[in-house]
């Protein structure tokens, strides 16, 4: 007899004893599962496959209840989302386990940095550049400025230092540049459209880059002499030579981007010409306006704007500071500034802050190479008042303290009274800040949208303005930011604008979840401390020139790491992250229903490794006890090589006696890891495997690999496998 049901408004029917879910899947509707398995007999111990059916008060597990006739079933409904985002929320509340490595995470552009990191150990560098250019254009360029948040999150910071992630990046993209051939990746097909791109910046060479890697042409135009915006002309050579951006740049034209300098908005063309010629365009123009230091006499006094400053050196112009140059402000700018003043000669050249170098926001080690040249640093110090004499400059200034934190988090400075003290500088160089030039946009055509601190209005994951069909990142949207952020911005624009050019939703790259094993490295588990503390290493230190050369000429300061430097320091990379990412279950169901992990948190699962077996690993912190592992061993295979050993959060999953996995009766099939619904069970792969399959299959790597491993078995080159 058949049985008459109906699904999702879909009249259906099932034969005798079949399973909503088989019923389900036959006819196309998707339900989520976990601990099911077609081959398996149901277990129903994950609940995250189940339905509301008319008339039962509770939701039913759709893998293991029998069809009935006249049932009436939603696998979609408010309820049975709520339900499923619980449990999954209930499975990471105990979970233990960083689905990408921690730096890789904080890293603005996500570069896949353990996947470089052990190319690079295994002497592959040619893999290592196309995994990093995936990611950004611009590695040899950014492994020499980038402030490193990445490294801010290494796991080896717990018990000792940080892998030097940038340097080892800058390293692989100076072989690649020495090349006779660097990389050019390839640009497919072309699809006809055309994108204009305004600043030549990272943030547009980068969106240019991406958008010709998907086969658009693109356009980009500069009102600079020369492409690369800050970089260019704002970050001294002495920091980042001119050649190495010049040919990172040449690779982008390398691609067919169409680079044209000395073309500049608001002169040349206007955003409506360019809308009316392009397919799209891309705002990338930077916040290139030197923000005034709103102090008495500061127009008529003549202070040089740092970014004028550091410009005009970058051009060739003659710039007259004098002998004893007073910078103010705190970030990379006046740093910046006052290194380059040192190398124009100026004897004595002193840094002005309004607070402590505890709250500086230029990076830690240029205030140090700063500090090495004998820069000074007059620290809760402020200008109020600035008069050009017969004398020369008569800079008046006030002691500060700090008082409460204000808007950004940092101490404010509130000025002591009675202070007062003048200096008699030869010139005075206002660093302060940045702010976008929005005149050059003709809003009233177009409507533009600024926000309160005039920055482009966009959409944080498209990067969409409030006009269809123009976009806009870097600076010019996020205000003056570092250089990372600003690619990254640019590429992940490139992803949207590419789907607004093929007419598809525009949703940008998506958001991606991702569990981390703790926030704090306070946090990290007691276990992974002391494997921490095992393979502590000392970093390798990046060889420079003298302080007192160095500081007569722009020639570069860091000098780079050699050969042997590099393979060691890749040596301390603990490649973290997971090797199951491209397959976990959990984790697409993490991101389907969009759980919050934190939300149900509580006791986490133990911290447990068996490495004993030649081909797999098992973590059982990442275990959910669904038993498949089990299941497939003895109901298909009827070898009960593993059982669940012990209870609650230290449970585990392994050969009975809590024997080690090698000492079970496992004969190497490997069908229990693409059965096991997290990475609990995983091959033992490294980071340079899992990111090489990645790239070549996308996110199909884990069955590539599992494939490879299964081919590699079969031919009895695993050593364990006994009867396959
Ligand atoms: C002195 C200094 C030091 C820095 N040091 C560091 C560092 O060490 N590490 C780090 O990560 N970041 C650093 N930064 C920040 C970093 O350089 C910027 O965040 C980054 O360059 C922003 O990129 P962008 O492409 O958005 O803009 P930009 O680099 O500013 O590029 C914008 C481009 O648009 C062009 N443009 C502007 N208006 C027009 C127009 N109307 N028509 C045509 N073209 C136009 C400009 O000429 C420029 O080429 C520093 C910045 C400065 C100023
Ligand atoms: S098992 Fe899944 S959720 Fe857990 S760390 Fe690995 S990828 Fe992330
Ligand atoms: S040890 Fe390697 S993979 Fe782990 S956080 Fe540090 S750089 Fe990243
Ligand atoms: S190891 Fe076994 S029990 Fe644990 S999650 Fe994987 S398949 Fe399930
Ligand atoms: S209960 Fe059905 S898949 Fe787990």
Same mark, same amino acid.
């Given at each position: 007899?058949?049985?008459?049901?109906?699904?999702?408004?879909?009249?259906?029917?099932?034969?005798?004893?079949?399973?909503?879910?088989? %019923?389900?899947?036959?006819?196309?509707?998707?339900?989520?599962?976990?601990?099911?398995?077609?081959?398996?007999?149901?277990?129903?111990?994950?609940?995250?496959?189940?339905?509301?059916?008319?008339?039962?008060?509770?939701?039913?597990?759709?893998? +293991?209840? %029998?069809?009935?006739?006249?049932?009436?079933?939603?696998? #979609?409904?408010?309820?049975?989302?709520?339900?499923?985002?619980?449990?999954?929320?209930?499975?990471?509340?105990?979970?233990?386990?960083?689905?990408? @490595?921690?730096?890789?995470?904080?890293?603005?552009?996500?570069?896949?940095?353990?996947?470089?990191?052990?190319?690079?150990?295994?002497?592959?560098?040619?893999?290592?550049?196309?995994?990093?250019?995936?990611?950004? &254009?611009?590695?040899?360029?950014?492994?020499?400025?980038?402030?490193?948040?990445?490294?801010?999150?290494?796991?080896?910071?717990?018990?000792?230092?940080?892998?030097?992630?940038?340097?080892?990046?800058?390293?692989?993209?100076?072989?690649?540049?020495?090349?006779?051939?660097?990389?050019?990746?390839?640009?497919?097909?072309?699809?006809?459209?055309? %994108?204009?791109?305004?600043?030549?910046?990272?943030?547009?060479?980068?969106?240019?880059?991406?958008?010709?890697?998907?086969?658009?042409?693109?356009?980009?135009?500069?009102?600079?002499?020369?492409?690369?915006?800050?970089?260019?002309?704002?970050?001294?050579?002495?920091?980042?030579?001119?050649?190495?951006?010049?040919?990172?740049?040449?690779?982008?034209?390398?691609?067919?981007?169409?680079?044209?300098?000395?073309?500049?908005?608001?002169?040349?063309?206007?955003?409506?010409?360019?809308?009316?010629?392009?397919?799209?365009?891309?705002?990338?123009?930077?916040?290139?306006?030197?923000?005034?230091?709103?102090?008495?006499?500061?127009?008529?006094?003549?202070?040089?704007?740092?970014?004028?400053?550091?410009?005009?050196?970058?051009?060739?112009?003659?710039?007259?500071?004098?002998?004893?140059?007073?910078?103010?402000?705190?970030?990379?700018?006046?740093?910046?500034?006052?290194?380059?003043?040192?190398?124009?000669?100026?004897?004595?050249?002193?840094?002005?802050?309004?607070?402590?170098?505890?709250?500086?926001?230029?990076?830690?080690?240029?205030?140090?190479?700063?500090?090495?040249?004998?820069?000074?640093?007059?620290?809760?110090?402020?200008?109020?008042?600035?008069?050009?004499?017969?004398?020369?400059?008569?800079?008046?200034?006030?002691?500060?303290?700090?008082?409460?934190?204000?808007?950004?988090?940092?101490?404010?400075?509130?000025?002591?009274?009675?202070?007062?003290?003048?200096?008699? &500088?030869?010139?005075?160089?206002?660093?302060?800040?940045?702010?976008?030039?929005?005149?050059?946009?003709?809003?009233?055509?177009?409507?533009?949208?600024?926000?309160?601190?005039?920055?482009?209005?966009? #959409?944080?994951?498209?990067?969409?303005? /409030?006009?269809?069909?123009?976009?806009?990142?870097?600076?010019?949207?996020?205000?003056?930011?570092?250089?990372?952020?600003?690619?990254?911005?640019?590429?992940?624009?490139?992803?949207?604008?590419?789907?607004?050019?093929?007419?598809?939703?525009?949703? @940008?790259?998506?958001? !991606?979840?991702?569990?981390?094993?703790?926030?704090?490295?306070?946090?990290?588990?007691?276990?992974?401390?002391?494997?921490?503390?095992?393979?502590?290493?000392?970093?390798?230190?990046?060889?420079?020139?003298?302080? /007192?050369?160095?500081?007569?000429?722009?020639?570069?300061?860091?000098?780079?790491?050699?050969?042997?430097?590099?393979?060691?320091?890749?040596?301390?990379?603990?490649?973290?992250?997971?090797?199951?990412?491209? +397959?976990?279950?959990?984790?697409?169901?993490?991101?389907?229903?969009?759980?919050? &992990?934190?939300?149900?948190?509580?006791?986490?699962?133990?911290?447990?490794?068996?490495?004993?077996?030649?081909?797999?690993?098992?973590?059982?912190?990442?275990?959910?006890?669904?038993?498949?592992?089990?299941?497939?061993?003895?109901?298909?295979?009827?070898?009960?090589?593993?059982?669940?050993?012990?209870?609650?959060?230290?449970?585990?999953?392994?050969?009975?006696?809590?024997?080690?996995?090698?000492? /079970?009766?496992?004969?190497?099939?490997?069908?229990?890891? &693409?059965?096991?619904?997290?990475?609990?069970?995983?091959?033992?792969?490294?980071?340079?495997?899992?990111?090489?399959?990645?790239?070549?299959?996308?996110?199909?790597?884990?069955?590539?690999?599992?494939?490879?491993?299964?081919?590699? +078995?079969?031919?009895?080159?695993?050593? !364990?496998?006994?009867?396959?």
């Amino acid at each position: 007899m058949s049985i008459k049901l109906k699904i999702d408004g879909h009249d259906l029917i099932a034969q005798e004893g079949e399973t909503i879910l088989t %019923v389900a899947k036959r006819a196309g509707i998707e339900i989520p599962t976990l601990c099911h398995h077609e081959e398996l007999k149901p277990f129903s111990s994950c609940f995250i496959c189940v339905v509301e059916v008319e008339g039962m008060k509770r939701l039913l597990p759709s893998c +293991s209840t %029998v069809a009935a006739d006249g049932m009436i079933i939603s696998t #979609n409904s408010e309820r049975v989302r709520c339900s499923r985002k619980v449990c999954v929320e209930l499975l990471l509340s105990d979970h233990v386990g960083d689905c990408r @490595g921690p730096c890789q995470v904080n890293c603005p552009a996500g570069i896949d940095i353990p996947g470089f990191i052990s190319l690079l150990a295994r002497k592959n560098e040619e893999d290592a550049i196309r995994l990093i250019k995936d990611a950004l &254009p611009f590695p040899a360029s950014l492994g020499r400025i980038c402030p490193r948040p990445c490294e801010q999150q290494c796991k080896r910071i717990c018990t000792d230092e940080a892998v030097s992630i940038c340097f080892l990046k800058r390293y692989i993209a100076d072989v690649d540049l020495k090349r006779s051939e660097p990389y050019v990746p390839s640009t497919g097909g072309s699809t006809g459209k055309k %994108v204009a791109v305004v600043g030549a910046g990272p943030a547009g060479l980068t969106a240019a880059f991406y958008l010709r890697k998907c086969g658009h042409d693109v356009v980009v135009f500069d009102n600079h002499a020369e492409p690369g915006g800050m970089l260019r002309y704002g970050i001294p050579a002495y920091r980042l030579p001119r050649d190495i951006l010049a040919k990172e740049i040449d690779i982008i034209r390398k691609m067919g981007v169409s680079i044209q300098c000395k073309k500049s908005l608001g002169r040349n063309f206007t955003l409506k010409s360019l809308a009316d010629e392009y397919d799209a365009v891309f705002l990338a123009i930077g916040a290139q306006q030197a923000s005034d230091m709103r102090v008495e006499g500061e127009k008529e006094g003549g202070t040089i704007p740092g970014i004028a400053f550091l410009d005009d050196v970058a051009c060739g112009k003659k710039v007259w500071i004098g002998d004893d140059v007073v910078i103010v402000g705190g970030g990379n700018t006046a740093i910046d500034a006052a290194r380059t003043s040192l190398r124009l000669g100026a004897k004595k050249v002193t840094i002005l802050y309004r607070r402590t170098r505890k709250e500086m926001p230029a990076n830690d080690f240029e205030i140090e190479a700063a500090l090495h040249e004998g820069v000074k640093m007059e620290f809760l110090a402020a200008p109020v008042g600035l008069a050009r004499t017969a004398d020369g400059i008569k800079l008046t200034c006030l002691r500060m303290e700090l008082g409460a934190p204000d808007a950004s988090g940092r101490r404010s400075p509130v000025s002591i009274k009675g202070s007062e003290f003048i200096l008699k &500088p030869s010139a005075v160089i206002s660093a302060i800040g940045q702010s976008v030039d929005t005149a050059c946009m003709d809003f009233e055509d177009n409507h533009l949208k600024l926000t309160k601190w005039n920055t482009l209005n966009v #959409n944080p994951d498209t990067f969409e303005t /409030s006009q269809k069909g123009i976009f806009a990142g870097g600076d010019c949207s996020s205000g003056a930011d570092i250089a990372v952020t600003a690619i990254a911005s640019g590429r992940k624009a490139a992803t949207a604008i590419d789907q607004y050019l093929k007419d598809e939703k525009v949703t @940008g790259e998506g958001k !991606h979840y991702l569990h981390l094993m703790s926030e704090k490295s306070e946090d990290v588990p007691e276990e992974v401390l002391q494997m921490l503390r095992e393979k502590a290493d000392a970093k390798q230190i990046m060889p420079e020139l003298d302080p /007192s050369m160095r500081k007569k000429n722009f020639e570069e300061v860091e000098t780079g790491f050699t050969y042997e430097q590099a393979a060691r320091e890749a040596e301390r990379c603990l490649s973290c992250g997971c090797r199951s990412y491209s +397959s976990c279950t959990l984790h697409e169901l993490a991101v389907k229903y969009e759980a919050n &992990p934190e939300r149900l948190a509580g006791k986490k699962r133990s911290f447990f490794i068996d490495e004993s077996h030649p081909q797999i690993r098992y973590e059982g912190h990442k275990c959910i006890m669904c038993g498949s592992c089990i299941r497939i061993c003895s109901e298909v295979k009827g070898l009960d090589a593993l059982g669940f050993i012990g209870r609650g959060f230290s449970a585990t999953v392994g050969p009975m006696m809590e024997k080690p996995w090698a000492k /079970s009766t496992c004969d190497g099939c490997l069908k229990c890891v &693409p059965l096991c619904p997290t990475g609990a069970i995983s091959l033992k792969v490294t980071a340079a495997e899992e990111s090489i399959a990645r790239m070549q299959k996308g996110l199909d790597a884990s069955k590539v690999i599992l494939e490879d491993k299964r081919e590699e +078995s079969k031919k009895g080159e695993l050593g !364990h496998v006994k009867n396959v």
